[in-house]
Nanobody
């Protein structure tokens, strides 16, 4: 089991940047897959980025603007978001798969607006 706690969301102007953090309650050294989804009002939950071993995958809508990384020493997964657009507005949720179970954080709100 693991608990995930996101932070770093907020209100930012278009073109701005934010860095989200996902802190795990246990060591993530042995956890292969971690990632981020987002949920906007009236829309389906969308996979934004994931890191699996040394590989990363991104949604087409964020590729080139967002970067996912992990710090195994601090048990934190980051999502660096640059060149933010109003359509990036959503609740961002961290997740991981351990065995056959998926674990979610509570989410952090990101609002991109002028």
């Amino acid at each position: 089991q693991v608990q995930l706690v996101e932070s770093g969301g907020g209100l930012v102007q278009p073109g701005g940047s934010l860095r989200l953090s996902c802190a795990a309650s246990r060591s993530i050294f042995s956890i292969n897959l971690m990632g981020w989804y987002r949920q906007a009002p009236g829309k389906e939950r969308e996979l934004v980025a994931r890191i699996f071993g040394g590989s990363t995958n991104y949604a087409a809508s964020v590729k080139g603007r967002f970067t996912i990384s992990r710090d195994n020493a601090k048990d934190i997964v980051y999502l660096q978001m640059n060149s933010l657009k109003p359509e990036d507005t959503a609740v961002y949720l961290c997740y991981t798969d351990i065995g056959t179970s998926r674990y979610w954080g509570q989410g952090t709100q990101v609002t991109v607006s002028s």
